[in-house]
């Protein structure tokens, strides 16, 4: 059987949705929007309940992301964290699917799976690569440009609601996804990035992958690299 759950299973792209997620969420405007303000029921929930969660893995994330200092405490000490935190995770994404105040587009900038709307088809589950490239838009601004690898046209797969990267600026070569740090998600080629003066010059990884409307990944394309104008 197929895994379609949601919370991706690598633990460098399960953490960086929780942190999407949540930056999204304690925005104040935002949360007063969508019926999440701190007087609110759920706004408590939020605040003493999942944001706490939430800042003690990111701690222990932070100490295990250092693998000169992995230690056996720092691994148990993100487990035992993750244990609490992704039920949690869970929970709020039942709660937040059942506000009538949030749209699917917040559930969009938020990397969570959209509501079902009556009239949709089910989308399968993406199986093309995405085919991408780079353009020097100026001093320090990089334009990562994608489009289907099955495709001569600029459009999506079919179902596929946007794309997915994850890239970080590094000095040596990388090689896994896991040490691609930085995430981004985007419904209409390009991504567009800044960096600071200090990368410029340096060389940043990067790697890109579909993703549909119910929140379900396809595969990742080859790790590409560009050195940052």
Do not use: C
């Not at 969420?25 to 303000?37: D, E, K, S, V, Y």
């Not at 487990?79 to 935190?85: A, G, I, L, Q």
């Not at 938020?110 to 780079?134: A, D, I, K, Q, Y």
């Not at 981004?184 to 080629?189: A, E, G, I, P």
């Amino acid at each position: 059987m197929k895994n379609t759950d949601w919370i991706p299973q690598a633990r460098q792209e399960r953490y960086h949705l929780a942190e999407r997620t949540t930056h999204y969420l304690i925005n104040p405007a935002r949360r007063t929007r969508m019926g999440l303000a701190p007087d609110t029921p759920l706004g408590q929930w939020l605040d003493n309940t999942f944001i706490p969660a939430f800042t003690n893995v990111t701690g222990a994330f932070t100490a295990w992301s250092d693998q000169a200092n992995r230690t056996p405490i720092v691994i148990a000490t993100l487990v035992m964290t993750e244990k609490v935190f992704i039920p949690l995770f869970r929970q709020l994404y039942r709660l937040l699917k059942g506000d009538p105040l949030i749209s699917n587009t917040d559930f969009e900038a938020m990397g969570l799976p959209l509501r079902p709307v009556p009239g949709w088809s089910h989308h399968p589950v993406p199986t093309s690569l995405v085919e991408s490239w780079v353009i020097l838009a100026g001093p320090g601004m990089l334009e990562i440009r994608y489009r289907d690898y099955d495709s001569l046209g600029k459009g999506k797969p079919r179902g596929v609601h946007g794309a997915e990267l994850l890239f970080t600026v590094s000095d040596t070569i990388i090689t896994n996804h896991d040490q691609l740090l930085a995430s981004l998600f985007d419904t209409r080629s390009p991504f567009r990035i800044t960096f600071p003066d200090s990368q410029r010059g340096k060389t940043v990884y990067y790697s890109l992958r579909w993703q549909n409307t119910t929140g379900q990944k396809g595969p990742w394309n080859q790790i590409q690299s560009a050195v940052i104008p």
